[in-house]
Structure formats: structure tokens, C-alpha cells
């Protein structure tokens, strides 16, 4: 059988669906290769969430083909948003599917090879028949991620998900937790669940009541139940919407040991003005409110935030008013883009675009401030001892890194491998992007 290689662009959602693409086809009798020269078919997952990501993937396809190449096939955001225009720009694309299809990829690569099709397009939005379809999983890692959410229905004005990922919708609990026994029975550690909007995650039960509707589960029911499951030590789940933050799934990081004191609630914006153009449906200060109950409920939890700045109509002020609400948060990680506009997105056609020069003066001054935190954070953890889990080796001989609960990297020099592991580790220094520790 043929042989492939996958390139992987963008979120973690996208990292599991190519792991999931992975699975199929090794189940239909092909080969996974990791050099893209060894491969006769090239598959291209892609992400459409910033700008010139067209101009990178046919770079990258221009880069990677070779004459070995019998096909190549386009899948994800990108596939769903612009498929014909890929066809027009690249004329060696032979597959474009979107992120509800990669289940079919199998059988129009089949086609392909048969000579039945030259060109094959599909960007139907299933109602998420590739859960059902996909095979477990052969080779589980100690940390592994669970789908239990896709699409968003919020419709952020900047964002392209709802087009290319289509409307919410929630895997049904008895799946989710199959998958999970699944994964830990077979060595996985730490499960993450994953979702464009996971704290909307509205799934059905597993149990039906005789002369009762259908029950569902939210995020903090699921949590609880996930969290029982043997062999797991750590759970984590990303990403929220603040607007869907509630009490109730505060109050479940005190109730779950396994349950990190971390999460990840992106504000974007600390202008209302801004936050009502983006369509985020909060003010800054509900924002904040959240976060002040947060760490009421929960003293122990740490939060991380996306900001997007030079959104169109930003002024000077709306600016500082985000360095206000990052002063009152105090975040332990975050990540900071430059507004790109997306084709199809209510934003793009906004007037008062933010000139280049000015939105890569604000991203500067605005990681300075985001880092400025983050290193006061590393700092106050010198002299405590965690538990890491350690996911790769370092730079250097006997050096590992690993993540503590408030997924900062940990490095450590030990004579022992330590990939897959958890240990306790007492932090000596702190840097920027780091604490560096050592195993007792």
C-alpha cells in the first residue's frame, strides 16, 4: 500500500483530527512516514484563523512535493473556506476536504489512485459522522486529547470557525467516556478535553429515563465523571468562552483533585467598545468580576487569555484600557495576535483598519506588559515543589521538560529518562519562559 505524510497547521483540534486522519488510513493498510520526501501521498491539514495562510500552504506545497508525490490532499479550514480557489492556484492539489470530512479520506484517495476521479472536493458539513467512523486509537501517549466539542455559535466578528467549522455540537457523553477508558487503559495519564467553546458543551446523557426526554450533560457534570475514570492524574480541558463561565464549573476545580488550578478564558479585548464590535456578548468588567469569583471560589487557580489587538477602530485609549484590564487580571501565560482579517467575516469589511505599524507597536508593548507578569509568576514559584509531567527532552544531554498544573515549562537535567513520567520537582530559578528545577 501507499505510503503518506501529514503537516499539520494550527490547533490542537487540528493536531487531533490528523491524528485521527492517521488512524484511518494505517486501519486501511497505508504506511505513515515522517519525512515527506518517503511519501506518495502529501496531506496538507490547515488552519485558516490568520492571515496569508493560503500564501504558507503553497509554499509549503511547492517546498514538499516530489515526484514520489501521487497525490495531494488539502484538508481542514482552509479546504472548507476556499477550496476552489486552491484548485485555481495549485494546479497538484488533488483532494480539498473540510473539517467534517476527513472521515472520506480513505476512500477519495482510493479513488484517486484508481483512476477514477483526478480531482475530488467536499466540503459537507456532516453532523459529525467522523466520530462514529474513526478507529481506536493504537498507539495512546501518557497525555492525550479528547474532542468532546465542535463548531461555535457565537460568531465573534473576526472569527472564521463558524463558517469552516459550522454550528456547535456536543459528542454524546457515553462516547466520550469510552473514548477516555479507552485511552487510559492503554497508558494515557492526563486527558485534555478539547472544543471551540468547551464550557457550552451540552452532550447527551448516558442513561434515558422511561417517560422522561433526553437528559443532557454540561462541561462540570462530564468533568466529574471523566475524572472517576481509573488511572487518570490529571484532567484538563480547553477553550472556554467567558461568557459561558459559571459558577457551577468554578466550583468544580475544588471538587476534583485531578482537576488542574488552571484555565484558559480569552478576553481579547479590555475595551467594551471593542468587545461589542468583536460580538463577545461581556464587558471588561464582567470579565473581570468572573475572575475575582474564580479565585474566591477557587484560591488556587491561575488564568491564561488570547488578546487580539489593532482590531478595526481601535484607538489609542481602547488600547490602553486592555493594558488596564491585564494590569487588574495578572495572568500566568498568555498569547497576543495582530487582528488579521479573514475573507467572509463581518470584520474584514469594517472601516478603520488599524495600520500595520501601529498594531506591531501595540503587540510589543503589549507582550512586554503580558511577559512582565509571567515572569513575576515564575519567580514566586522558586523554593516549592511540584509535580511535573514530563512530555520531551531538552537541548542539551540529561535534559528534560515537562509541565507543571499551570502548564509552564519545567526543565530539569536527570540521568534517567523522564518522558512520560510524573516527579516531584523542587524549582531553583526562574526565566522567562521557564522555571528550571530539580528532582527529588
Known amino acids: 500500500m501507499a505510503s503518506f505524510y501529514i503537516k499539520t497547521y494550527g490547533c490542537m483540534m487540528n493536531v487531533y483530527d ?10 486501511r493498510g497505508y504506511t505513515q512516514v515522517l519525512n515527506p520526501h518517503d511519501a506518495d501521498i502529501l496531506i496538507f491539514y490547515t488552519c485558516n484563523v490568520r492571515e496569508k495562510a493560503v500564501h504558507k500552504l503553497l509554499s509549503d506545497i511547492g517546498r514538499l512535493k516530489t515526484v514520489n508525490a501521487k497525490i495531494i490532499a488539502v484538508g481542514g479550514c482552509i479546504a472548507q473556506a476556499e477550496s476552489k480557489r486552491l484548485f485555481e492556484r ?7 476536504f473540510g473539517p467534517q470530512t476527513y472521515h472520506k479520506l480513505p476512500e477519495y484517495i482510493e479513488s484517486i489512485l484508481k483512476g477514477e476521479r483526478k480531482r475530488i472536493i467536499d466540503d459537507t458539513f456532516y453532523k459529525m459522522d467522523k466520530f462514529n467512523i474513526c478507529p481506536k486509537k493504537k498507539n495512546v501517549s501518557f497525555s492525550e486529547h479528547i474532542a468532546i466539542q465542535e463548531g461555535c455559535d457565537n460568531f465573534c466578528t473576526y472569527c472564521i470557525v463558524p463558517y469552516t467549522r459550522g454550528r456547535e455540537y456536543s459528542r454524546p457523553v457515553k462516547d466520550i467516556l469510552n473514548e477516555a477508558k479507552w485511552l487510559l487503559d492503554n497508558g494515557a495519564q492526563e486527558i485534555v478535553l478539547w472544543g471551540q467553546n468547551v464550557n457550552s458543551y451540552n452532550g447527551e446523557a448516558p442513561y434515558i429515563t422511561i417517560g422522561q ?7 462540570e457534570r462530564l468533568l466529574q465523571e471523566v475524572s472517576k475514570l481509573p488511572g487518570l492524574r490529571r484532567l484538563r480541558y480547553s477553550t472556554s468562552h467567558p461568557k459561558d463561565f459559571n459558577e457551577e464549573l468554578m466550583r468544580v476545580h475544588n471538587e476534583i483533585s485531578v482537576l488542574v488550578p488552571f484555565t484558559h478564558i480569552p478576553v481579547q479585548s479590555g475595551s467594551d467598545k471593542i468587545l461589542k464590535q468583536m460580538n463577545r456578548g461581556y464587558t471588561s468588567a464582567e470579565y473581570l468580576a468572573k475572575l475575582d469569583r474564580f479565585r474566591k471560589i477557587c484560591p488556587s487557580i491561575q488564568f491564561s487569555s488570547d488578546f487580539i489587538v489593532g482590531f478595526p477602530g481601535e484607538t489609542d485609549e481602547d488600547f490602553k484600557d486592555t493594558l488596564r484590564l491585564v494590569e487588574k487580571a495578572k495572568y500566568t501565560i498568555s498569547f ?3 487582528y488579521s482579517p479573514r475573507s467572509g467575516t463581518p470584520a474584514a469589511k469594517m472601516r478603520d483598519q488599524v495600520p500595520e505599524k501601529v498594531k506591531e507597536q ?7 506588559t503580558l511577559l512582565r507578569d509571567q515572569i513575576t509568576f515564575n519567580k514566586a514559584l522558586i523554593g516549592k515543589t511540584q509535580e511535573i509531567l514530563f512530555y ?8 528534560y521538560i515537562g509541565k507543571n498544573v499551570y502548564m509552564q515549562s519545567v526543565v530539569v537535567e536527570n540521568g534517567d529518562d523522564l518522558i512520560g513520567k510524573f516527579r516531584n520537582v523542587l524549582i531553583k530559578s526562574a526565566e522567562e519562559n521557564c522555571v528550571i528545577g530539580q528532582v527529588v
Open 18 to 27: 490528523s491524528d485521527k486522519m492517521a488512524n484511518l488510513l494505517v486501519a
Open 90 to 96: 495549485s494546479p497538484s492539489i488533488n483532494i480539498s
Open 213 to 219: 426526554p433526553k437528559a443532557t450533560w454540561r462541561i
Open 336 to 338: 497576543s495576535f495582530k
Open 362 to 368: 501595540r503587540l510589543e508593548i503589549l507582550q512586554d
Open 392 to 399: 520531551k527532552k531538552g537541548k542539551h544531554s540529561k535534559q
